[in-house]
C-alpha cells in the first residue's frame, strides 16, 4: 500500500542561463517520498541529483536560474514561497547531512554553540540554557558518540571526519524534521567508518518515524539503506522501484548497465563500464536523453519516452517498454 505522500516533485525542470546559452539541466523530474519512508535518488556524478535538492530548498538563485513544476511538501508548493517562508520550513522541517561536514560546519565555533543554535531554532523550543545543553548532551549520546561533553566543547577540526559526519547528523535530526536530506552521506569516509554511520543513521529515524531522501551515486548504499530508489540519468528519472525490486530485475538500458558496472565481492563475471559520456546540457539529443549511449536505441527514441508502468510501483521511462516487442525484457 503506498504511503502517504510528505515530498511530492511534480514535473520539475531546472535551467541555467549563461553566457554560452541555456542548460536544461533537470528535464521533468517526477519524485516522492512517503511519510516514514526511506528514498534513494542514485545516477553518476553530474546527473541533477544534488540539483534537485538545492531545488527543493529553495536555493537556487534567480534569474540565473529557471525553476518550473511543483515541489509539494506537506501540502504546500514550495515553488513561488519568499525566501522568509522557505527558511521557516528549512531547518525545521527539512534538514540535510551535507557531503562535507567541514564545509557545513562553521570552523570558527564550538560544536556546542552551532548545535544549541540549531535547537533554538525548533519552534517548540521553550527550554533553559541548562535543558538546551542537556538536550546537545543527549543528541550526540544517540549518534554513538563518545564523550559528548568534551565534544560539545571541541572545534570542528579538532574532531576526525567520522565524528564530524555524526555531528551533523545529530543536528539534523534534533529537532525531530519531517523529512531529511543525506547528500553523499559518508562518501569521504572509509568503508568501515561510513557504513557505523549509515547503521546510526538507520536506526534513528527509524526510532524517530522521520522521512529520508538519501542522494548517492553508491549502489551498495541504496540497496542497504532505503525501501524505494529513483534512478537519475541526465535529469531525468530513468526508473523507480522498491530497491529490492531494482535491484532484482533492472529494466531500463541505463540502470542496467549502472549495475553492470559494479565490481561484485564474489568475482563473478567482469564489470562493464557505460561507453560514452552525460550529454551537453546546453543541447541534450532530443527525446531520450540516455539514447546515444544506449545499446538497444531504435529511431523512435528521438521522441520523449514514455512513462511506462512494469510493476508494482516499479515504472521505467522507455519506448523498450510501450508494448512493442523486444528482446530487452526481463
Not at 106 to 123: C, H, K, M, Y
Amino acid at each position: 500500500m503506498a504511503r502517504e505522500a510528505l515530498l511530492d516533485i511534480r514535473d520539475l525542470s531546472v535551467s541555467f542561463t549563461g553566457y554560452r546559452g541555456v542548460s536544461r539541466v533537470l528535464n521533468g523530474v517526477n519524485l516522492t517520498v512517503g511519510r516514514g519512508e526511506k528514498v534513494g535518488l542514485v545516477g553518476e556524478t553530474g546527473c541533477g541529483k544534488s540539483l534537485t535538492v538545492r531545488a527543493v530548498l529553495g536555493l537556487l538563485r534567480k534569474p540565473r536560474a529557471r525553476v518550473r513544476g511543483e515541489i509539494w511538501f506537506a501540502g504546500r508548493n514550495l515553488v513561488g514561497l519568499s525566501a522568509g517562508e522557505l527558511q521557516l520550513i528549512r531547518g525545521r522541517e527539512i534538514t540535510v547531512v551535507f557531503q562535507d561536514p567541514m564545509a557545513a560546519l562553521n570552523p570558527v565555533f564550538t560544536v556546542g554553540e552551532q548545535l544549541r543554535d540549531v535547537i533554538a531554532r525548533s519552534p517548540r523550543h521553550q527550554a533553559s540554557e541548562r535543558e538546551t545543553w542537556a538536550r546537545a548532551v543527549a543528541i550526540l549520546k544517540e549518534v554513538a558518540l563518545p564523550d559528548p561533553e568534551r565534544i560539545l566543547h571541541a572545534y570542528p577540526v579538532q574532531l576526525s571526519g567520522g565524528m564530524r559526519q555524526r555531528v551533523l547528523i545529530a543536528m539534523a535530526l534534533v529537532n525531530e524534521p519531517a523529512l531529511v536530506i543525506a547528500d553523499e552521506l559518508g562518501t569521504a569516509l572509509d568503508v568501515t567508518i561510513q557504513e557505523q554511520i549509515l547503521q546510526v543513521m538507520r536506526s534513528l529515524v527509524d526510532a524517530k518515524g522521520i522521512s529520508v531522501l538519501l542522494i548517492t551515486h553508491n549502489l551498495g548504499v541504496v540497496r542497504e539503506t532505503t525501501d524505494r530508489v529513483y534512478v537519475m540519468y541526465a535529469g531525468s528519472i530513468a526508473e523507480t522501484a522498491p530497491t529490492a525490486d531494482l535491484f532484482r530485475a533492472p529494466k531500463h538500458p541505463y540502470t542496467q548497465g549502472l549495475l553492470a558496472s559494479v565490481p561484485k565481492l564474489t568475482g563473478e563475471g567482469v564489470p562493464r563500464g557505460i561507453d560514452g559520456m552525460i550529454p551537453d546540457y546546453l543541447s541534450p539529443p532530443p527525446g531520450c536523453r540516455f539514447a546515444p549511449r544506449c545499446p538497444f536505441v531504435q529511431p523512435r527514441c528521438q521522441q520523449p519516452p514514455p512513462w511506462v508502468e512494469v510493476g508494482p510501483d516499479h515504472a521505467l521511462a522507455c519506448v523498450l517498454y510501450d508494448g512493442a516487442p523486444t528482446g530487452l525484457r526481463s
